[in-house]
């Protein structure tokens, strides 16, 4: 297991704490990574309001309001945020240092804690938790810490202490928990697998809820209280995202590119395209070739 890892803590001959390397609040909108990113920091996503996409080992999930993501080191991810919906968000990343002093470390607070050492006993590339508030709360103690003057280390390892018994708590707890695909609702995983396999092609709801054997009103419910967004719309979005692929790195003209996303009118592939992106197709193409 990497060194750097959460769940490397167990294990460790030596003895650490954490250290924040980077923090912030941002909004953010209209935005995508070109590329997944893995660095070594653990990283903390919560998102204060709106909602965003995150891409994570050949999964997507949309990370709403009052949710957070703790990544764990050199797990390379991506982040997506639609133009319609901002999506204000805090991060805090977070690596390791010796143990200074006589303040206890992870590793000894995983023998006072049940709940933290089964966290830190299941090796995992990253968490995808529904907060009651007390995270948020958590985080934004810890930040205006850091920001502050003298920022004071034993209070800075004291809300770390807080905070990986509350995530740790709240993993125990929380039906809702969902940090892979397994974990998720089997008929959700189902419908996203076949949008995946079949983007391509004509969708509608009625073929998919056919498919994994389930009422076509029932599956919208769910899917949208799961993801946070309509099956139409996450079609869209991958189909958006096919497309922006094909314009990058390809040289299939423009006007064909709808019928290798599943979309038989070329007018409405455009349309979709920006409103999605913002920029027609042939801008969105114009823009990569200026910038090689």
């Not at 060194?3 to 953010?28: D, G, N």
């Not at 039906?175 to 959700?188: D, E, G, P």
């Not at 497309?243 to 007018?267: C, D, F, H, W």
Request: some cysteine; overall charge neutral; charged content about 25%.
């Amino acid at each position: 297991m990497k060194e750097t890892s959460l769940y490397q803590t167990l294990s460790r001959e030596r003895e650490v704490h954490p250290e924040v390397t980077f923090y912030y609040f941002k909004q953010w909108s209209n935005y995508e990574m070109s590329e997944a990113y893995a660095h070594e920091a653990i990283e903390i996503m919560y998102v204060l309001s709106g909602k965003a996409q995150v891409e994570i080992e050949q999964e997507s999930f949309m990370l709403k309001e009052g949710q957070f993501i703790l990544i764990d080191s050199l797990i390379a991810h991506r982040l997506i945020a639609k133009s319609s919906i901002p999506c204000r968000m805090l991060n805090v990343e977070f690596t390791w240092k010796s143990k200074e002093g006589s303040f206890p470390s992870l590793k000894d607070l995983a023998k006072e804690n049940d709940n933290l050492l089964e966290l830190l006993k299941t090796p995992i590339s990253f968490l995808l938790l529904q907060d009651g508030n007390d995270i948020a709360t958590t985080l934004k103690r810890l930040v205006l810490e850091l920001d502050s003057k003298g920022s004071n280390p034993i209070m800075v390892k004291l809300m770390f202490t807080e905070l990986f018994l509350q995530i740790a708590t709240l993993k125990k707890s929380d039906a809702t928990f969902s940090s892979q695909l397994k974990n998720r609702n089997v008929y959700i995983k189902k419908a996203v697998e076949y949008i995946h396999h079949h983007y391509d092609c004509p969708l509608l709801i009625d073929d998919i809820a056919e498919v994994i054997h389930l009422n076509a009103s029932y599956l919208q419910r769910i899917f949208k209280t799961e993801m946070g967004c309509t099956i139409m719309e996450y079609l869209t979005s991958i189909r958006i995202e096919k497309a922006k692929m094909l314009l990058r790195n390809s040289v299939i003209p423009i006007t064909e590119i709808s019928e290798y996303i599943g979309l038989n009118s070329r007018q409405h592939f455009s349309y979709l395209f920006k409103k999605e992106t913002g920029y027609s197709p042939s801008k969105f193409r114009g823009d990569i070739e200026l910038k090689r």
